[in-house]
């Protein structure tokens, strides 16, 4: 069996850090923070707690580095921890009923996601996809969001989600179609405010 440029570079990083790599445990950090910071943000909601968990899920991972089983990707098993901690971190929030509804729909709106849009060139197509994306239930857009924007593979998403794969296959199946509704009643306020 064969190992890619890429993951042989990447286990070559890998270990520089275990070895505590200044230069690797940055460049880890750099390509990584994007979407463990989109992944934080969806689930709690704010600013300031999705930088404190994407943190607290980079120390967590730098202090098992040694721990990391090579079989799989580093993004999953990063990504796992940032699910995990943004969801302890949520837990340990008091809830707040009368603006959650407000709040959520400002950072979806308001909040740039930290992510290369590289197939969204347009500005307008990056707006009506994110008002789409922020009518999503929380997993359905975590799902989206792994599998379109972080190019995770479906059985990555199932390991980060610690879902069987047949449940994510139809997560997707049922987000796609529900995007694609949102995606046609947000284009057609859309016309309907230019008419």
Do not use: C
Not at 18 to 42: E, F, H, P, S, W
Not at 74 to 82: A, G
Not at 138 to 149: A, Q
């Amino acid at each position: 069996m064969t190992q890619s440029g890429d993951t042989i570079q990447e286990h070559q990083i890998l270990e520089k850090a275990i070895r505590g790599d200044r230069q690797a445990l940055t460049y880890l950090v750099k390509t990584y923070t994007n979407m463990a910071y989109t992944i934080a943000l969806k689930i709690v909601h704010n600013k300031e707690d999705a930088e404190e968990v994407m943190q607290d899920a980079f120390v967590k991972a730098f202090a098992s580095l040694n721990k990391f089983n090579k079989t799989s990707k580093f993004s999953t098993w990063l990504y796992r921890i940032v699910y995990n901690t943004a969801l302890t971190k949520r837990k340990s929030q008091p809830i707040n009923h009368i603006g959650i509804e407000s709040t959520l729909l400002q950072n979806s709106l308001k909040t740039e996601v930290h992510v290369e849009w590289n197939d969204l060139q347009n500005q307008d197509r990056k707006k009506y996809v994110q008002q789409a994306l922020s009518h999503l239930m929380l997993e359905d857009y975590l799902v989206v969001t792994l599998y379109y924007m972080g190019d995770k593979s479906i059985a990555e998403i199932s390991e980060i989600m610690d879902k069987k794969t047949s449940a994510i296959k139809m997560q997707l199946l049922r987000a796609r179609k529900q995007l694609e509704q949102e995606l046609k009643r947000v284009l057609d306020e859309e016309i309907k405010d230019l008419l």
